[in-house]
């Protein structure tokens, strides 16, 4: 299966439907600057969610608040029913809950390939070193790049880099994963062997919300698209409706400019 | 002068234990102070930040003279140190210079460590933080490593600066390198020249020594 295909995975049957992400009412403030404004989004088991809209709306602020890397002015989140600790140890473990992949990959500049991937397994995870290894080894291999194992990421291209962040997210076996625009910092050629490895990931039931605005991935792996502008979500679709039959203004506009390209 | 070659050695060589034994001390107390200053926590950032700009604004000879008089006084003293190994003796002079030359090149460990930190992408840390690990694995597992390739040169610079500073100890009634040299130098007033030329070699080939390690780390650092 590739994102080419354009044919839409049929998902509707794994989606329990039981909230997994809850936002609530969530405010943000960058100074003056009101970055999330009544945010309310609810993200079921298994869903994924494709978060679009034009630049400086608050995709990535809204992604960053998931795992506290942001924190918010008020409102609430909920992850798996547990709103977000505040500090410390109890918000480490829920950051090792919540899978994030960024868009300049951020893979650990001065360990392996494998040393990446096992990090938080056993620092975090408290996994033996074997053990780790193992798992790491195998999900290396499913994101193809388990021939890089031993190398450090300057050594390899951006497409195989994000790979490997994709997968180091992984070996946390997180709840959720989240995705900023992972495809962005990637040369045309390498973006389908990104979004092929998320698509996969879709397929197997993994709840995700991706900030992307390759509307091949949003057509063929999801549920729902949530557009944003100016710090609101003005719109929430399926993503045929959306792209279609947008409601909003601002969403026709959206998608005229990258339509038109 | 020649015959005076153990002299010149074991003043070298109580100028190469304080090194050591202060380069260790301060680069643990450094990378606690700088730990301090980028941490999360406002109430030590504040703590770090004010004991690097005291110390680091403060004479090392006051220093010195603080732990040599008024420490003291304060209850504070170093007499209770005595241990001899070999020909060596360590007693209070020795401590008292070993306290406040860590103290002191501390804070410099501090700084040449927090412009490695500074050097280290944002996105490194967010990443750490990301997979789930506390702010002590952060630091220890992905932060630090990497400032510290980065703070090679200004870490060694540090080290070099200390190691020359370890000649104030011998104001201070410690028989190091520089002491000694006073001590020759008035009992061979004709021969003055050649007495500092070899103090002047022995400083040198110190100072190459520890300039050739960084230089060892930088390499092996350089592609990773
Ligand atoms: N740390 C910050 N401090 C102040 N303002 C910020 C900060 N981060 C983001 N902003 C501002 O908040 C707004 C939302 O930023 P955000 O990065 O969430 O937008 P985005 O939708 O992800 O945009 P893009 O498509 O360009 O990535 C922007 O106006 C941005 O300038
Ligand atoms: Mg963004």
């Known amino acids: 299966m590739t994102v080419t295909d354009d044919v839409p995975v049929d998902n509707t049957a794994r989606r329990s439907g039981d909230p997994l992400v809850e936002l609530v ?87 392996t390939i494998l040393e990446n991937v096992t990090l938080g397994p056993i620092k975090v995870r408290k996994q033996s070193k074997a053990q780790a290894e193992d798992r790491a080894r195998d999900l290396l291999d499913r994101v193809g790049v388990a021939h890089q194992a031993d190398k450090y990421p300057a050594q390899l291209s951006g497409g195989q880099q994000q790979r490997v962040a994709i997968a180091r997210a992984l070996a946390m076996e997180p709840k959720v994963m989240l995705f900023d625009e992972p495809t962005s910092a990637l040369d045309p050629e390498m973006i389908k062997e990104v979004l092929d490895v998320m698509v996969d990931l879709a397929e197997r039931g993994m709840t995700m919300i991706v900030v992307t605005h390759e509307m091949g991935f949003a057509r063929t792996a999801a549920n729902r698209v949530v557009f944003m502008a100016d710090g609101r979500i003005l719109e929430t679709a399926d993503p045929h409706t959306f792209f279609t039959n947008p409601q909003s203004d601002r969403a026709k506009d959206f998608l005229g400019k990258i339509l038109k390209h | ?133 506390p702010f002590g694995g952060v630091m220890t597992q992905v932060v630090l490593p990497q400032a510290v390739r980065a703070s090679v040169p200004p870490l060694a610079s540090a080290l070099i600066a200390m190691l020359k500073n370890t000649s104030v100890a011998g104001v201070f009634f410690l028989a190091e390198a520089l002491a ?33 390690i960084s230089l060892g780390f930088e390499r092996r650092w350089r592609i990773a």
Request: charged fraction near 15%; aromatic fraction near 10%; hydrophobic fraction near 50%.
């Open chain 1, 25 to 111: 009412d969530v405010q943000k403030w960058y100074g003056g600057l009101h970055v999330l404004q009544d945010i309310n989004l609810t993200v079921g088991r298994g869903e994924v969610v494709v978060v679009i809209g034009p630049s400086g709306s608050g995709k990535s602020t809204l992604c960053r608040t998931i795992n506290r890397l942001e924190p918010i002015d008020s409102g609430q989140i909920l992850v798996d029913g547990a709103a977000l600790p505040q500090e410390g140890k109890a918000l480490a473990r829920h950051r090792a809950d919540v899978g994030m992949v960024f868009q300049s990959f951020n893979l650990f500049a001065h360990k």
């Open chain 2, 1 to 133: 002068m020649l015959d005076n070659l153990d002299e010149l050695f074991k003043g070298f060589g109580y100028t190469l234990f304080l090194f050591l034994v202060s380069a260790v001390a301060s680069l643990v107390l450094g990378t606690v102070l700088v730990a301090m200053r980028v941490g999360p926590i406002g109430v030590l950032r504040a703590v770090g930040a004010i004991y690097v700009s005291v110390v680091r604004n403060t004479p090392l000879v006051l220093i010195f003279i603080f732990f040599h008089f008024a420490a003291p006084i304060l209850g504070i003293n170093f007499r209770w140190v005595q241990v001899h190994v070999g020909g060596f003796d360590f007693t209070s002079a020795f401590a008292t210079a070993f306290v406040a030359l860590s103290l002191y090149t501390a804070c410099f460990v501090c700084e040449a460590l927090r412009s490695g930190v500074n050097a280290v992408p944002m996105g490194q840390a967010e990443a750490a933080r990301a997979i789930g690990l």
């Open chain 2, 180 to 212: 000694t040299m006073r001590g020759l130098t008035n009992d061979y007033s004709s021969e003055r020249i050649g007495i500092f030329a070899c103090f002047a070699v022995g400083y040198i080939l110190l100072v190459e020594i520890v300039s050739m």
